[in-house]
């Protein structure tokens, strides 16, 4: 749900809550990597470009049933998995 706003501070009040909450998904989102890595059984199984792919796709019909830009959407994924693939591949190499 979108909000009028009447003034850049209240546009920024509200992009500084969605940062909140945005931030806090991210969390939940890294902790299930962190879990990911104990159920894979070498660096390939981290990378998983299939599945990587399959998750593009995804968030851009998401993000057309939702009205986000869709490149942006996936611009977004790339770099966030991109991150988290390197925090898994790190805690995987920590559990060999």
Do not use: W
């Not at 998904?25 to 159920?39: N, P, T």
């Not at 593009?56 to 049933?65: Q, T």
Request: net charge negative; aromatic share 6%; glycine share 4%.
């Amino acid at each position: 749900m979108t909000v009028t706003c009447h003034s850049l501070e209240e546009v920024r009040s509200h992009i500084d809550e969605l940062d909140r909450q945005i931030v806090g998904l991210i969390a939940q989102r890294g902790a299930y990597v962190s879990q990911a890595a104990r159920f894979k059984k070498d660096s390939n199984a981290v990378k998983a470009p299939q599945r990587v792919e399959q998750v593009f796709l995804k968030v851009r019909a998401l993000a057309d049933e939702l009205g986000a830009n869709p490149q942006v959407t996936e611009q977004v994924y790339r770099a966030m998995i991109a991150a988290f693939i390197q925090q898994e591949l790190a805690e995987h190499s920590a559990l060999s």
